[in-house]
């Protein structure tokens, strides 16, 4: 028979992406979200606090002015080149010097201008900043500040995680890596659940990266799941972050195998098989994988074989038989 490969195996639900929320300003904070405590919950720029902005405010009036300012010296150089130009026309011979047109003044008057537009878009910058807007829908993990405190730039305020971007890193051995498409597993289907309250969820998510490394304590390598919200409607639409969950990663077919309880495995990888003469063989086959319960067989067994699933304490190849009634729908023959 053809059987589809799983690897089992479970980690920790953790976010798709952490923030470290920090100040970009000085001042003092004058308002904070209701919800600005671990847990709350924000959507993308929400405001989450405010600093005092006055500072920020004149320095934006100021830097409007000097604006102004640098406006009306341009108009004024630029009325100045067109006189020169004419009593240049009126009283001069040739051309006249840059100088005299006043054509580097001009170009003074034109980058004061440059500088003092980008000193206005710094200060709405700066006074923007003032608010502290989440990144994205988030919770949050830790506060660092309140209401009432003074803080310079750079100062940490709150850490922030996705609150519906998660993901799943779960340790795959070797051996199990090969039943995953030969190790190609970016994309494959991967099942998720574990009990809450009593009852049973589940999730789907799909593996979208391999941190290609190896641990050399366990040789396993580790692979990263994104997790997709299911159709529940509670609040557990996804599993709650830090969580323990059990995985399952669909891998491979495997062709031309046959299932076989784990406890007819003999030592060496032999099966106790009766013969059509109702005698004992002892013959030696291929275990391509082993499971929890039983072995996947490639090679060694024919169609129709009977393996011995009872257990016998002297077997004796050759020795005669008898299919007990109780054992017979234990002792199946083996058919693709």
């Given at each position: 028979?053809?059987?589809?490969?799983?690897?089992q195996?479970?980690?920790?639900?953790?976010?798709?992406?952490?923030?470290?929320?920090?100040?970009?300003?000085?001042?003092?904070?004058?308002?904070?979200?209701?919800?600005?405590?671990v847990?709350?919950?924000?959507?993308?720029?929400?405001?989450?606090?405010?600093i005092?902005?006055?500072d920020?405010?004149?320095?934006?009036?100021?830097?409007?002015?000097?604006?102004?300012?640098a406006?009306?010296?341009?108009?004024?150089?630029?009325?100045?080149a067109?006189?020169a130009?004419?009593?240049?026309?009126?009283?001069?011979?040739?051309?006249?010097?840059?100088?005299?047109?006043?054509?580097?003044q001009?170009?003074?008057?034109k980058?004061?201008?440059?500088?003092?537009?980008a000193?206005?878009?710094?200060a709405?910058?700066?006074l923007?900043?003032?608010?502290?807007r989440?990144?994205?829908?988030?919770?949050?993990?830790?506060?660092?500040t309140d209401l009432?405190?003074?803080?310079?730039?750079?100062?940490?305020?709150?850490?922030?995680?996705?609150k519906?971007?998660?993901e799943?890193r779960?340790p795959v051995?070797?051996?199990?890596?090969?039943?995953?498409?030969?190790?190609?597993?970016?994309?494959?289907?991967?099942?998720?659940?574990?009990?809450?309250?009593?009852?049973?969820?589940?999730?789907?998510?799909?593996?979208v990266?391999?941190?290609?490394?190896?641990?050399?304590?366990?040789?396993?390598?580790?692979?990263?799941?994104?997790?997709?919200?299911?159709?529940q409607?509670?609040v557990f639409?996804?599993?709650?972050?830090?969580?323990?969950?059990?995985?399952?990663?669909?891998?491979?077919?495997?062709?031309n195998?046959?299932?076989?309880?784990?406890?007819?495995?003999?030592?060496?990888?032999?099966?106790?098989?009766?013969?059509e003469?109702?005698k004992l063989?002892?013959?030696?086959?291929e275990?391509a994988?082993t499971?929890k319960?039983s072995?996947?067989?490639?090679?060694?067994?024919?169609n129709?074989t009977?393996?011995?699933?009872?257990?016998?304490?002297?077997?004796v190849?050759?020795?005669k038989?008898?299919?007990?009634?109780?054992?017979?729908?234990?002792?199946?023959?083996?058919?693709?």
């Open positions: 028979t053809d059987e589809q490969m799983f690897v195996t479970q980690g920790k639900v953790e976010p798709s992406t952490r923030t470290q929320a920090a100040s970009e300003v000085m001042g003092r904070v004058v308002e904070v979200s209701p919800m600005f405590k847990g709350g919950v924000f959507t993308k720029n929400e405001i989450m606090l405010e005092d902005s006055s920020y405010k004149s320095a934006l009036a100021s830097a409007d002015a000097s604006l102004a300012d406006k009306l010296m341009l108009a004024q150089e630029q009325a100045r067109e006189q130009q004419r009593d240049w026309e009126k009283l001069g011979r040739g051309e006249p010097s840059d100088l005299v047109v006043r054509k580097p001009i170009a003074s008057a980058a004061r201008i440059a500088a003092a537009e000193a206005v878009e710094k709405k910058r700066d923007d900043r003032t608010k502290l989440a990144p994205y829908d988030c919770r949050v993990e830790a506060v660092y009432g405190s003074y803080i310079m730039p750079g100062a940490r305020l709150a850490d922030l995680y996705s519906d971007a998660l799943l779960v051995t070797l051996e199990e890596l090969g039943y995953l498409n030969g190790g190609e597993v970016v994309g494959a289907d991967v099942k998720v659940n574990a009990n809450i309250a009593n009852k049973s969820r589940q999730w789907s998510g799909k593996v990266r391999s941190e290609g490394m190896v641990d050399r304590t366990t040789m396993t390598m580790y692979l990263v799941v994104g997790l997709k919200q299911n159709e409607s509670d639409g996804l599993p709650p972050a830090g969580m323990f969950v059990r995985a399952s990663i669909t891998g491979d077919v495997m062709k195998v046959f299932r076989i309880p784990r406890k007819a495995l003999q030592p060496n990888n032999t099966l106790l098989t009766m013969t003469e109702n063989r002892i013959v030696s086959v275990v994988r499971l319960d072995v996947l067989v490639s090679g060694g067994l024919k129709g009977y393996v011995i699933t009872s257990a016998m304490e002297t077997p190849p050759g020795m038989l008898a299919l007990d009634k109780e054992q017979a729908d234990e002792d199946q023959p083996i058919v693709p």
